[in-house]
């Protein structure tokens, strides 16, 4: 229940933020860790990190134009892959911030990169988590992913992506190598 009034206090004051400019702005949102958000050991559950990050793809969407894009063709907004590192535990009530960005694209993927900043306490400013995800808009009717090309023009920008350093390229890679793996029977129990 919490991820409901978490959105509807993100949409109450998404306009304070304004609009982003494509494709390169970041989204920085605010958060403090709740009680429905703590694991049995009293830290943020590893699974409510990449729901948090829901938040920052959300906020760049909306920011930049692209929701009215995806409302009118019917699109689907998808995370293909997900990499995280945990550096810090975060606790209750503690105090953090998302930020988001784009880092790269290639044909219909973006790869957003996601930090949590503690914002208060001994490591006010370090980074608790940080991810890469791997994400595209499905057209449901022509059955096939986006082109980024396309998106862009529907934001209004021609941009191009950044090189794809080796990094970057790696993050790439994996996604496609755990496409392989899911293709393939699972192991025998």
């Known amino acids: 229940m919490n991820l409901w009034f978490r959105l509807i206090a993100y949409l109450a004051t998404m306009w304070r933020r304004g609009p982003l400019a494509p494709p390169h702005g970041v989204s920085d949102l605010g958060f403090r860790v709740w009680p429905s958000d703590l694991d049995i050991f009293g830290h943020m559950n590893n699974g409510r990190y990449a729901t948090i990050m829901d938040y920052g793809r959300l906020d760049i969407m909306l920011r930049m134009g692209l929701w009215k894009a995806i409302r009118n063709n019917r699109w689907l907004p998808v995370v293909s892959t ?12 503690q105090r953090f911030r998302l930020t988001t960005r784009i880092v790269v694209w290639q044909d219909e993927e973006v790869l957003f990169e996601h930090r949590l900043v503690l914002v208060e306490g001994h490591h006010a400013g370090q980074t608790a988590a940080i991810a890469m995800s ?44 755990l496409r392989a793996i899911a293709r393939q029977d699972p192991p025998a129990a």
């Open 134 to 177: 791997k994400a595209g808009i499905y057209d449901r009717s022509a059955k096939a992913f986006v082109p980024i090309n396309r998106l862009m023009r529907e934001i209004g920008t021609e941009a191009r992506s950044p090189e794809v350093t080796p990094e970057f390229a790696a993050i790439f890679e994996a996604g496609e190598a």
């Open 82 to 93: 997900l990499s995280m590192r945990f550096r810090r535990e975060m606790r209750l009530w």
